[in-house]
């Protein structure tokens, strides 16, 4: 992506994804995922749904590339909250079930794609507010009451773990429960993040056109240096 467009225009559409209007920061995401879109999946994935066979989307797969799973390894323990609306936690619920569905045909197991397919079937019947289907739409309907529902919608990891493992799949990660390392150190740490990225914003949006012109282009040869420190360590 460095070597297609300029640092600074990066730069600055990545501080543009910071800002508190959430309609730009999904306008943003969607110019950034239009450029690691390699094989233009993107568009087959639109609108979200549990489509039960995926061959139909002639999807252009590739095994995951190292970088993308040490990112995922880095970064994932950042993905943590708890006070989520009503509406969040069945977004991400629905998020998880298309997930889910994707890659359980993806990876062909059977009795993999039997679990996913049977509890995509129950929330159709009993918690539909849990799919895609009926949560990403203008006017979804939600359940107030997501903490009494039967273990029968939920998809079980104790279950993925076991038919996985058994078709040759390493589950170590799905059998070890995620416990966030939060500390007070940690919470300053994320306070200070978080003032630094609104002072990004604001100087993006109150400083004069050359001011931040110059930052960026410092920016961009600090980042240029650092990533060609990095790629010669990864051909070595």
């Not at 730069?11 to 309609?23: I, Q, T, Y």
């Not at 989520?84 to 298309?98: D, H, I, K, P, Q």
């Not at 009494?148 to 939920?154: N, S």
Request: charged share 25%.
């Amino acid at each position: 992506m460095l070597t297609a467009l300029p640092s600074a225009f990066l730069d600055r559409l990545l501080s543009a994804a910071l800002m508190e209007d959430a309609e730009i920061r999904l306008f943003v995401l969607e110019i950034l995922i239009s450029f690691i879109d390699r094989h233009g999946n993107r568009q087959k994935f639109s609108p979200i749904s549990t489509i039960s066979d995926i061959s139909v989307l002639k999807l252009k797969v590739d095994k995951c590339s190292r970088q993308d799973t040490v990112f995922m390894k880095k970064e994932i323990a950042q993905i943590n909250e708890d006070n989520l609306t009503a509406y969040n936690r069945c977004a991400l619920f629905a998020l998880g079930a298309a997930y889910l569905n994707l890659i359980s045909q993806l990876t062909t197991v059977p009795t993999f794609c039997q679990h996913i397919h049977e509890v995509i079937q129950m929330r159709q019947k009993e918690a539909p507010y849990l799919l895609p289907e009926d949560v990403f739409v203008e006017r979804p309907r939600l359940s107030k009451s997501l903490d009494r529902l039967g273990p029968e919608v939920f998809f079980w990891q104790s279950k993925i773990s076991e038919v996985l493992g058994g078709s040759g799949y390493n589950s170590d990660r799905l059998s070890t429960p995620y416990i966030p390392q939060l500390t007070v150190d940690s919470v300053a740490v994320e306070e200070q993040e978080r003032e630094r990225r609104r002072q990004v914003v604001e100087k993006f949006q109150k400083a004069p056109f050359e001011e931040i012109a110059a930052h960026c282009g410092a920016r961009a040869t600090l980042l240029q240096s650092k990533l060609n420190q990095i790629f010669e360590i990864t051909i070595r």
